[in-house]
């Protein structure tokens, strides 16, 4: 398998993502910066997510699930933190599309978004904005 991987000591990263394209864990998705889980690599996923599940869970810890979407104004205020990745940050601005006259799809332009949301790159910016609307006390 080592044939085309790039060396692990030149670029972690890049020998991270040949490893798991050749190994046939995940593919290249359609839209820039995604990827398909393969049934191996979700097989792999679960039980490393089954295993960190009940760790997190012997400690008296519990799940939550967070939107993929986060408004613009959320991301705004990390603006430092965001910085490195900001340009790879997706933006919707439009809620549907609609048929034009030639049997196509186009975006609706009476469904823009009175504020832009970004799908989110990292959870940070969700997450501690609904805890500070959740936690009002010590005793929370």
């Not at 049934?39 to 960190?52: R, S, T, V």
């Not at 012997?58 to 490195?84: C, D, Q």
Request: proline share 5%; glycine share 8%.
């Amino acid at each position: 398998m080592s044939k085309g991987v790039t060396p692990q000591s030149k670029d972690y990263s890049a020998w991270y993502t040949d490893v798991v394209i050749k190994a046939g864990l995940a593919d290249y998705g359609p839209v820039k910066g995604t990827m398909v889980i393969k049934p191996y690599g979700f097989a792999l996923w679960d039980n490393i997510k089954e295993f960190l599940d009940h760790m997190i869970k012997e400690t008296g810890h519990v799940n939550a699930y967070f939107p993929m979407f986060i408004p613009k104004s959320y991301l705004a205020r990390e603006a430092e933190h965001v910085e490195g990745f900001a340009k790879e940050c997706a933006v919707v601005t439009h809620t549907r599309l609609k048929t034009d006259g030639d049997g196509g799809i186009i975006v609706d332009p009476a469904s823009r978004l009175e504020e832009e949301v970004i799908v989110r790159p990292t959870s940070e910016t969700i997450v501690w904005s609904m805890y500070k609307k959740w936690i009002q006390s010590y005793r929370d």
